[in-house]
């Protein structure tokens, strides 16, 4: 069974960095074809891509947040990390980690997910 | 803002078939298969619909999705009550580089 759970501050400063973990049990991010991502969702807004890790290490951005982002994994803890630079209070959101495991392809999706966390960036 | 374009809300009375739009361009939908999420109210999103048109096991058979050119649909025949949420359309953009999503649909049973 595949679970993943998002932990990090709940609250944060404006102009601080933002450093969220995914925990997951049920697979292995070494396994071929695995991945797993990051997506925000603002209070009543809609769900935005933020970042992907895959098992051989490749990771891809959001274009529009490149900058700010960096991803990693460690393998034998079983863990995901998402740091945020210099937020902001629009970065306020729900963070939601989730299991991808078909990136043989550009035609992936996201088949299990986190119950996400909410940040809240205010000073 | 998103690249992919959902109608804000649809709505049905229980049984009635409720569809919804998903419209894309040649660098996303055009190239890519379409994934949809329902997200239940104070929930996390679950995937729905992948590949277009194939159910993860245990979604009902009542949700079935489509695609054509760059647009794509998902349909609910028979809504119930416990249908009522927001869904998401997902895809990958050749363009972008990037995973993007539909702007949502909340459905509402009458």
């Known amino acids: 069974q595949i679970t993943l759970k998002e932990s990090g501050p709940t609250l944060v400063k404006p102009t601080q960095t933002l450093t969220l973990t995914c925990t997951f049990s049920g697979f292995s991010l070494s396994t071929s074809a695995v991945g797993v991502g990051w997506i925000r969702q603002p209070p009543g807004k809609a769900l935005e891509w933020l970042a992907l890790i895959r098992w051989d290490d490749a990771k891809r951005y959001s274009p529009s947040l490149k900058s700010r982002l960096t991803i990693t994994k460690d393998t034998s803890k079983n863990q995901v990390v998402l740091t945020m630079t210099n937020m902001d209070p629009v970065d306020t959101a729900t963070y939601y980690c989730?299991?991808?495991?078909?990136?043989?392809?550009?035609?992936?999706?996201?088949?299990?997910w986190g119950r996400g966390t909410l940040v809240t960036v205010s000073s | 803002q998103s690249v992919l374009t959902q109608p804000p809300s649809a709505s049905g009375t229980p049984g009635q078939r409720v569809t919804i739009s998903c419209s894309g361009s040649s660098s996303n939908i055009g190239r890519n298969t379409v994934n949809w999420y329902q997200q239940l109210p104070g929930t996390a999103p679950k995937l729905l619909i992948h590949?277009?048109?194939q159910g993860p096991s245990g979604v009902p058979g009542r949700f079935s999705g489509s695609r054509s050119g760059t647009s794509a649909s998902l349909a609910i025949s028979g809504v119930q009550s416990e249908d009522e949420a927001d869904y998401y359309c997902g895809t990958w953009d050749d363009s972008l580089n990037a995973y993007v999503f539909g702007t949502g649909t909340k459905v509402t049973v009458l």
């Open positions: 989730a299991h991808s495991g078909h990136l043989q392809t550009s035609n992936w999706y996201f088949d299990l």
């Open positions: 590949s277009n048109n």
